[in-house]
């Protein structure tokens, strides 16, 4: 965990998209995880009372947060490595059904290593990530 | 690769669009109501709502302009090959010419490749003048000699073609070749065709 957390600071490109987006899947996995298994549950025993909610009360907003952050990496993964839109999906519906999130890193990560492994054989970057959306400018913009 | 904007792919992302953001836009207010009437947690969802309908506008504006790649490259390379090939197969021998397999004619069309390829010039497809093979080689070979060095077409009853392969060759100019003067004929080659 730390040594992602280095290299998500250390890297650039598509290398460390991919490990931002490592670190958020594990971060929302382990919160949606928390929130279905753990908070629902003692909230239903509870009757909906205040002290058998605190768990949800709790992680609810803070899994929100991170969810939020997550699909902007994402996004910035799937415009560097040339995802799919049915593989973007993949990644966005991956943070609301509890435990898809550690599988889909998984296979996301698989994939992207194959990527990084193409060398200069790979596909062409990114037309469009979120950085160039958000700063406005369009980098290898075709027409 | 035609209108980004109207492809087939592009018209799934706009129905992505115009379900997802909407949508996100309800909840986001089904949420207002609910802060409104005491719930406190819905305070904070009533503003996630809308940054998950602005990522989806983001999302949708980065997958129109992203170019989506042909090549599957998550296949290994021995899936894509045919399946002619396979992968213990024995590399065939090179191919050796063997001149008993020439016949008169072949021999003919290889010497009048080999005096185009001498004088720099490339293999012209027109025939306009519909002539037979043999003919128009050897009208190729006489105005290979005789034109390009510099005397015109009365040669065009005369020369053998291996006086073509060695002596017009040399007075071309290789490096003008490539490219002008491959399909068209030459302004002097004109009253030959006419």
Redesign the interface.
Same mark, same amino acid.
């Given at each position: 965990m730390n040594g992602l957390l280095k290299s998500a600071r250390r890297l650039r490109g598509t290398a460390g998209a991919l490990a931002r987006y490592r670190v958020m899947a594990f971060i929302v996995g382990t919160g949606l995880a928390l929130l279905c298994f753990v908070g629902i549950p003692l909230q239903v025993i509870g009757g909906n009372k205040w002290p058998w909610t605190a768990v949800? &009360?709790i992680v609810?907003?803070i899994h929100?947060i991170f969810y939020?952050v997550y =699909?902007?990496a994402c =996004?910035d993964l799937?415009?560097r490595a040339?995802f799919? %839109?049915v593989q =973007?999906l993949g990644m966005v519906c991956s943070g609301l059904v509890p435990g898809l999130a550690f599988y889909m890193e998984r296979k996301v990560t698989e994939?992207v290593r194959? =990527?990084l492994a193409?060398g200069p054989d &790979?596909?062409?970057g990114?037309?469009? %990530?979120?950085w160039t959306?958000?700063s406005g400018r %369009?980098r290898r913009? &075709?027409? | 690769m035609g209108n980004r904007w109207l492809s087939r792919r592009a018209f799934v992302l706009h129905f992505l669009l115009v379900t997802v953001v909407p949508g996100c836009l309800l909840a986001g207010w089904w949420q207002v109501h609910r802060a409104l009437s005491g719930n406190l947690l819905s305070y904070f969802y009533s503003v996630e709502w809308p940054i998950f309908a602005i990522l989806g506008v983001v999302a949708w504006w980065q997958l129109i302009h992203d170019v989506p790649t042909k090549a599957d490259f998550e296949k290994p390379r021995r899936e894509r090959r045919s399946f002619l090939h396979r992968d213990d197969e024995v590399p065939s021998p090179a191919l050796v010419w063997d001149e008993a397999l020439e016949t008169p004619e072949l021999r003919r069309y290889n010497q009048y490749l080999q005096a185009l390829s001498a004088g720099g010039e490339r293999k012209r497809w027109g025939n306009p003048r519909g002539l037979p093979l043999d003919v128009l080689y050897e009208q190729d070979d006489d105005w290979l000699a005789a034109g390009q060095a510099g005397g015109r077409r009365d040669s065009a009853s005369s020369g053998p073609g291996d006086e073509a392969a060695g002596g017009g060759g040399a007075g071309l100019p290789a490096s003008s070749s490539a490219t002008s003067q491959d399909v068209e004929p030459g302004p002097d080659r004109t009253d030959l065709l006419s």
């Open positions: 949800v &009360a609810g907003p929100g939020i =699909l902007v =996004l799937a415009g040339r799919r %839109t =973007l994939r194959k =990527l193409m &790979a596909p062409p990114p037309a469009a %990530t979120i959306v958000l %369009t913009d &075709a027409d | -």
